[in-house]
Structure formats: structure tokens, C-alpha cells
């Protein structure tokens, strides 16, 4: 069975800080796919980022990085000088590669507050 | 840029009552997901269609819902009768796996309030 675990329920910053936020992934297959998606206050998922478990690079786009470690399951995503329009519940999601069908695991969801 | 539509935007119904959300997705896109997503936590599938197949509905409580993709684009999903524990966020998705585009594009989704 896959599991999804944010263990952050909400984080608060002031604008300009980083905000980093985890996820632990629990899967027993050796390819995946791993995402994270930005739910602002409107509803509307919005897909920020897509990892394959077969590259453990670890990227930065713009403000956004993560850290992507196979041998602890865990999928981290920073945000970098964070701004108000950041404020959103974060979620991190998990699909197999064997499963073409691409259904998504989603965690709980972390929300981020920025304060001006 | 293409997005995913989905109609309406919030339904307000009272229990028993039947209501039905329709989802047009990316133009192309071969794979439609319909996601329910309960106050504060994250979406969880409820159907899955590749054309107009559906390839996963075991999370669907079929005893009320229902969910079709007649011509393989756009796609209604149905509750008869509603009752209140079906309040939810209802989110529509699409990808395109078969071109290698796993990351799944969702609609606005439609606020159900059963009361």
C-alpha cells in the first residue's frame, strides 16, 4: 500500500523567509513518480513539480527547490523568500510507474501562511 | 493556455435530492479522474476513466454515485440521493500518460453542500 505523510499542519511565516515543508513517502515499489501541487484559497489544485525516483537530482526552479532523498522516503519542497501570494495548503502526492493509469496518493496537506 | 472546466462551481441541494457536476478536461487528454476532497484533507480518488473505460471505481459508493465519459471527452459525475456526508469539494483532473505526461491538470472544482 502507498501512504503520503505531511506531518505539518501549518506553518506560518513572515514574507521574505523560507519556508520548507516535508513529506515521507511510504511505497514498495522501486520506480514512482512524485509531485507536489498548490491548492490556493480559490480551490483550484495547481501542479508545481514532478520528480521520478530514478533521479535523485535535486533541482531549484525560481523560488521553488526540493530535496528529493530515496533512501530516507522523503520529498522535501522549499519555497525562497517567501511572498504573500505563496499563502496555499501544499500537498505532496506519490503515483506508481508500473500503474500506467497514474492515479495520485495524496497526503494531508501542509498550509502556508505569509504575513506581510 | 488549456484548462480543465468544470461546472458548477458550487451546488447547494438538500439530502435525498440527485445533483450532477460535469468536467471537460484538456483537449487531448485521454485520462479523466474525478477527486473528492473533504475539508482539510487531500483529494482521494473516486473514478478513473482512459477514454471512455472506466479503469478504477473502487473507491466510488456506487450504491449512489455514478460517473460516465460517453464520447471519451467530457464527463458527468452523478449522487442519488445526495446525503450530508457527501459535502465535499468535488475536483475533475486530466492527464496524458500515454505521451509520458504524468502530472494530472485539475479543473476549479465544484463545493457540494448537502443540507
Known amino acids: 500500500a502507498q501512504k503520503v505523510t505531511q506531518a505539518q499542519t501549518e506553518i506560518s511565516v513572515v514574507e521574505k523567509e523560507d519556508v520548507t515543508l516535508d513529506c515521507v513517502y511510504e511505497t514498495r515499489d522501486t520506480t514512482y513518480y512524485l509531485f507536489w501541487y498548490k491548492q490556493p484559497p480559490s480551490g483550484e489544485l495547481v501542479f508545481l513539480i514532478r520528480?521520478?525516483?530514478?533521479?535523485?537530482q535535486n533541482e531549484i526552479s525560481g523560488r521553488y527547490s526540493w530535496n528529493f532523498q530515496k533512501s530516507t522516503s522523503s520529498f522535501n519542497f522549499t519555497i525562497t523568500a517567501s511572498q504573500v501570494v505563496d499563502s496555499a495548503v501544499y500537498f505532496c502526492?506519490?503515483?506508481?510507474?508500473?500503474?500506467?493509469?497514474?492515479?495520485?496518493?495524496f497526503g494531508a496537506g501542509t498550509q502556508v501562511v505569509v504575513t506581510p | 493556455e488549456a484548462e480543465v472546466a468544470q461546472s458548477p462551481r458550487y451546488k447547494i441541494t438538500e439530502k435525498s435530492q440527485a445533483v450532477a457536476f460535469w468536467c471537460d478536461p484538456i483537449?487531448?487528454?485521454?485520462?479523466l479522474y474525478w477527486y473528492r476532497q473533504i475539508l482539510g484533507q487531500g483529494p482521494e480518488l473516486l473514478v478513473q476513466?482512459?477514454?471512455?473505460?472506466?479503469?478504477?471505481d473502487s473507491q466510488l459508493p456506487k450504491d449512489r454515485f455514478s460517473a460516465e465519459r460517453l464520447k471519451g471527452v467530457d464527463s458527468t459525475l452523478k449522487i442519488q440521493p445526495a446525503e450530508l456526508g457527501d459535502s465535499a469539494m468535488y475536483l475533475c483532473?486530466?492527464?496524458?500518460?500515454?505521451?509520458?505526461?504524468?502530472?494530472?491538470?485539475f479543473g476549479p472544482g465544484t463545493r457540494l453542500t448537502v443540507t
Open positions: 502526492a506519490l503515483s506508481r510507474t508500473t500503474d500506467s493509469w497514474g492515479k495520485l496518493q
Open positions: 483537449s487531448g487528454h485521454a485520462t
Open positions: 520528480r521520478n525516483s530514478f533521479d535523485e
Open positions: 476513466f482512459q477514454d471512455e473505460s472506466v479503469v478504477d
Open positions: 483532473a486530466s492527464s496524458d500518460p500515454d505521451r509520458g505526461l504524468f502530472e494530472q491538470y
